[in-house]
């Protein structure tokens, strides 16, 4: 089975998620069965069936995690000497060369990817057009409105 990469923020997330799920979540969904089943007839008992619900996928998440811990590969690329290559879990600097308009990127797994905090997957078009490249290297990465050429400015290890 291949190992998934991750960062270290990435796991510790996971694993914060993972431990609220079995200690918080599990818990109180427990409670709540428990709590419904008083109530009486199982059958047209809204409450307690919308607990199982939650239970199901609360068990599902933990499952999941724990999956995905167990088969994990940690990047942690601030231990690792800036050769100004871009590889997983370095922060790129790019400039559009039409626009001049410059974003930073951290380039992180599946699991980590939220656009909107600038953490892009490393399975994305643009992660996969840097990985290899390095400062001052032009890259043309294919976009739903056409290719877009952007020039590395920095490759930051943090």
Do not use: W
Request: proline fraction near 3%; hydrophobic fraction near 35%; charged fraction near 30%.
């Amino acid at each position: 089975m291949q190992q998934t990469p991750m960062t270290v923020r990435g796991v510790d997330l996971l694993r914060e998620e993972l431990n609220e799920l079995k200690t918080v979540k599990r818990p109180r969904i427990i409670a709540d069965i428990a709590e419904a089943r008083e109530h009486g007839d199982l059958k047209e008992n809204a409450e307690y069936h919308a607990a199982r619900e939650e239970q199901g996928f609360c068990e599902g998440r933990i499952q999941e995690i724990e999956a995905k811990l167990s088969n994990v590969q940690v990047i942690d690329v601030t231990k690792m000497p800036n050769t100004g290559k871009v590889i997983f879990g370095t922060t790129v600097t790019i400039v559009n060369v039409d626009t001049d308009e410059e974003v930073t990127y951290r380039i992180v797994g599946d699991d980590e990817a939220n656009i909107k905090a600038n953490l892009i997957s490393v399975n994305s078009p643009i992660a996969r057009g840097l990985i290899g490249k390095e400062v001052d290297d032009a890259v043309t990465v294919t976009t739903p409105k056409g290719d877009v050429e952007y020039e590395i400015t920095a490759v930051e290890y943090i």
